[in-house]
């Protein structure tokens, strides 16, 4: 892969995905009954990485700079590029949903349970078909299309990123001190 850009989207990509497995393994096994809020602790700080990261800074690259050259220099793709901005919208509703889900189920008990398992569930599935939509088909386009400067462009906006799943990139000591509390308190819950 010669742009640096596809690697981070890639890198993102696969971190987001270990990120879900790991916040569905999580939601399967339940708030351990001496310390839930361990548990809910967690999950938060999971979601909130989730729209802090890739809905505030993966997919507004993808929209503004990407999206927008491929849909001039590949018409056909129009129609899924379309698709996949309307899952940057809604996917950053249904993570908005899953944190006021998570906090009705920690406030309010278990009878609120359910609802967010099932549609944490559902949010995994869609972001996990939304990246593989991407990686088979945009991304392979996209090399196939784009221009050296147009290239030059996205590779410099992604490396800007600093998501501290890769640990590849650029880092932020606020997303490093994030990631220490996610992998800290799963290693205790």
């Known amino acids: 892969m010669k742009h640096t850009s596809l690697q981070i989207i890639h890198d993102e990509h696969s971190s987001l995905v270990a990120m879900l497995r790991s916040m569905q393994k999580l939601i399967e096994r339940g708030p351990d009954e001496e310390h839930p809020r361990l548990f809910f602790d967690v999950v938060r700080a999971m979601l909130f990485y ?9 997919h507004p690259k993808e929209s503004t700079l990407l999206f927008p050259h491929l849909m001039r220099a590949s018409p056909e793709v129009a129609a899924l590029i379309e698709q996949l901005e309307r899952d940057h919208v809604n996917g950053q509703k249904m993570v908005r949903e899953l944190q006021h889900l998570l906090l009705a189920w920690e406030l309010l008990g278990e009878s609120r349970r359910a609802d967010f398992v099932e549609k944490s569930q559902r949010y995994a599935i869609f972001y996990t078909e939304h990246m593989r939509l991407e990686e088979s088909v945009i991304l392979p386009e996209a090399e196939k299309v784009l221009t050296d400067s147009q290239w030059k462009a996205l590779n410099a906006a992604f490396e800007k990123n600093c998501d501290p799943l890769t640990g590849k990139y650029p880092h932020d000591p606020a997303y490093d001190r994030l990631f220490t509390r996610i992998v800290m308190q799963q290693v205790r819950s």
């Not at 989730?50 to 993966?58: K, S, Y």
């Open 50 to 58: 989730i729209d802090e990261f890739p809905e505030r800074m993966h």
